[in-house]
């Protein structure tokens, strides 16, 4: 099996920064993407960045600029910086990752159990 840990999440005031982790760990071949979704309270969970084993990146338009996903492959550990944090980032993050367990597998979403981010002043 496969589990993936989150950790980082907490309040800050509008305008500060918090950096998420996540940790995979389990039967790991190898993974290709890995990312990040957040669900706000009453909304749908929506995605948010991924970064490839590459180190390829994307973000949804809204935190371009702000925030930045970053992985340490022989960790097997994605990073969000968030900075410039506004309320409306206050969500659930969720981190997922795309995982190969073995050599002809096939790739598999697996997904953390969640980290509360609150901006509020």
């Known amino acids: 099996q496969v589990q993936l840990v989150e950790s980082g999440g907490g309040l800050v005031q509008p305008g500060g920064s918090l950096r998420l982790s996540c940790a995979a760990s389990?039967?790991?071949?190898?993974?290709?993407?890995m990312g990040w979704y957040h669900q706000a309270p009453g909304k749908q969970r929506e995605w948010v960045a991924r970064i490839t084993s590459g180190g390829s990146t994307d973000y949804v338009d809204s935190v371009k600029g702000r925030f930045t996903i970053s992985r340490d492959n022989a960790k097997n550990t994605v990073y969000l910086q968030m900075n410039s944090l506004k309320l409306e980032d206050t969500a659930v993050y969720y981190c997922?990752?795309?995982?190969?367990?073995?050599?002809?597998?096939?790739?598999?979403?697996?997904w953390g159990q969640g980290t509360q981010v609150t901006v509020s002043s």
């Open positions: 997922y990752a795309e995982v190969q367990q073995t050599a002809r597998g096939m790739f598999r979403n697996y």
């Open positions: 389990g039967s790991i071949f190898s993974i290709a993407y």
